[in-house]
């Protein structure tokens, strides 16, 4: 079944915990981007990756960090310096020109 | 940076309506797709359309680039169509597949 997973679907942690969101995809795609979405706003860009072992800082990396080690994966890292972590988090994987996106991750930190 | 603005915010259809939705931008674009959120948080991609005109069954999209704008149409609307529509482009010259989003058109398709 190919497609792009993120888990978990919805993740609560503390205030001053790091937290690190999945985000694996086995459509061979070589670019990968990682998203934060709040209430009632379009996507920013945080991280993207062209290919292994290589990644761009996004509009909004402050207090974020990624590693791509494989083609499959782009773990996100939500660090204890990301002001506001509280949001919808959406993986995409493209091909080329269009992208195509994961279910989300909705992180609550309390 | 570039702009993105979408127009309208929010629009409530009566099904079997017909919609245009827009979205102008401010810089010229390599790259413009429209996105379709469903109230579960997840987008599809409905159109790659840096440039003139495509269909897609009930949807089709149009951009102008010359003129800064793209259109998106949906005839015959259904409930299924609920959500939220995003544009998002490329600046040209930027970074590839670093898209900027607008801030979308709610739609709600009433029964």
């Known amino acids: 079944d190919g497609g792009i997973t993120q888990s978990p679907k919805y993740l609560f942690r503390k205030e001053g915990q790091n937290v690190t969101l999945s985000c694996e995809q086995n459509l061979n795609h070589d670019a990968m981007y990682w998203y934060r979405q709040d209430p009632g706003q379009g996507l920013r860009l945080i991280y993207y990756s062209q290919i292994v072992n290589d990644f761009q800082k996004g509009d909004i990396a402050e207090g974020y960090s990624v590693s791509r080690e494989k083609k499959e994966s782009f773990p996100l890292t939500v660090t204890s310096a990301q002001k506001n972590p509280t949001a919808f988090y959406l993986c995409a994987s493209s091909p080329g020109e269009k992208q195509f996106f994961g279910p989300g991750t909705r992180l609550t930190v309390l | 940076g570039i702009q993105v603005e979408q127009s309208p915010p929010d629009l409530i259809l009566q099904e079997g309506a017909n919609s245009t939705l827009r979205c102008n931008f401010s810089?010229?674009?390599?790259?413009l797709q429209w996105f379709h959120q469903n109230p579960w948080g997840q987008l599809i991609n409905l159109f790659y359309i840096p440039s003139g005109t495509k269909q897609n069954g009930r949807l089709s999209a149009t951009t102008v680039a010359t003129e800064r704008y793209s259109l998106l149409y949906i005839s015959s609307s259904q409930t299924t169509d609920s959500g939220v529509y995003f544009c998002?482009?490329?600046?040209?010259?930027?970074?590839?597949?670093?898209?900027?989003f607008g801030k979308g058109t709610k739609l709600s398709v009433k029964p």
């Open positions: 998002a482009v490329e600046r040209a010259g930027g970074s590839q597949g670093n898209l900027i």
């Open positions: 810089d010229s674009v390599n790259n």
